[in-house]
């Protein structure tokens, strides 16, 4: 999996390096990671459960992140070069969600944030998918309902793969609403994806066609819009999937039917940005997919905006 460890690292000492004494790292020694009652404001008990026992975790990562393929044999995975178990790989992912909740917590203070991780986008109800184990924005979003500081919110997903998960888990929650822009064709939506809860639509779907990247700015301007006029009475918050996988430098395969130049990531970004700061909406955004040496530039090159504006 291109899915590079160093992403995050590599934008922050970029960020750090043009922006000397600006950041400062958060200490998250005493954090904990998601509990079950967290988890279940999105996800079935019993898969909840089986986070939490060894045995079925370490079954649940190898189904979420594909280590294995249909003959049984590794895929993307060495066993022999593994530095941890699967199943402690399941703390890990539970604590980066507890990070995209203190990130939404901060937006609602600040303005805005950015989170250098999170976005699990694909996570079902019962069950982790596309790299995503758990949908850390809508237990996110229902934990801020919970205690009164969030009414009604929008989840804005310019990933390059439908928003699947958080459309599923919200279809029916009226105080969450959903816009996706992603390729037309392709994963999930392809043909041997088959029939199942990912097809479930988004309140908003902005589907791109191959070579449609001329499009691309124009068609989220106008679901941006379409998501004003039809939810907009008493949204107060908004999270934003950040995917940098339209990038045209991105390494994933499944990616490849969006190509946007980096000038054009940004003029993404910043669309989307200035929409929800004109209208005074408070913004979380996460990074969710990017793939390969590259994906590090869509981020930077982004924040590195939001200072240089704040300035």
């Given amino acids: 999996m291109p899915l590079r460890?160093?992403?995050?690292?590599?934008?922050?000492?970029?960020?750090?390096?043009?922006?000397?004494?600006?950041?400062?790292?958060?200490?998250?020694?005493k954090w904990k990671p998601l509990s079950k009652s967290?988890?279940?404001l999105a996800h079935t008990r019993s898969f909840v459960e089986a986070l939490f026992d060894s045995k079925k975790s370490r079954e649940k990562v190898i189904e979420c992140f594909e280590l294995y393929d249909s003959s049984g044999k590794p895929n993307r995975y060495n066993p022999?070069?593994?530095?941890?178990?699967l199943a402690e790989m399941v703390e890990d992912i539970l604590l980066q969600g507890r990070g995209t909740a203190f990130s939404m917590k901060e937006a609602l203070t600040e303005g805005i944030s950015f989170f250098l991780g999170g976005g699990m986008h694909h996570a079902m109800a019962d069950g982790g998918r596309g790299f995503c184990l758990i949908n850390d924005l809508v237990i996110g979003i229902r934990k801020l309902q919970e205690e009164n500081l969030v009414k009604k919110a929008w989840i804005i997903d310019i990933d390059a793969h439908k928003g699947d998960g958080t459309a599923a888990l919200t279809c029916d929650d009226n105080s969450i609403?959903?816009?996706?822009?992603?390729?037309?064709?392709?994963?999930?939506?392809?043909?041997?994806?088959?029939e199942g809860p990912w097809r479930i639509p988004s309140d908003v779907d902005i589907p791109i066609p191959v070579k449609g990247e001329v499009q691309y700015l124009d068609k989220l301007e106008k679901g941006l819009t379409e998501l004003r006029e039809i939810h907009s009475e008493h949204i107060n918050f908004a999270v934003v999937v950040a995917g940098a996988?339209?990038?045209?430098?991105?390494?994933?395969?499944?990616?490849?039917?969006?190509?946007?130049?980096?000038e054009q990531m940004l003029e993404r970004d910043k669309l989307v940005y200035h929409f929800l700061k004109s209208r005074g909406i408070p913004q979380c955004w996460v990074m969710a997919g990017g793939?390969?040496?590259?994906?590090?530039?869509?981020?930077?090159?982004?924040?590195?905006?939001?200072?240089?504006e704040a300035e």
């Fill in 5 to 29: 460890d160093d992403r995050s690292h590599r934008t922050y000492e970029a960020l750090r390096q043009e922006f000397p004494g600006k950041f400062d790292l958060v200490d998250i020694s």
């Fill in 38 to 40: 967290e988890l279940l």
């Fill in 80 to 85: 022999s070069l593994a530095k941890k178990d």
């Fill in 177 to 194: 609403k959903t816009l996706s822009i992603h390729m037309e064709k392709g994963w999930p939506l392809d043909i041997g994806s088959g």
């Fill in 245 to 262: 996988d339209p990038y045209e430098k991105d390494a994933l395969p499944s990616s490849n039917k969006i190509r946007l130049s980096l």
């Fill in 291 to 308: 793939y390969g040496p590259d994906s590090w530039q869509v981020y930077t090159q982004f924040i590195s905006y939001l200072m240089r």
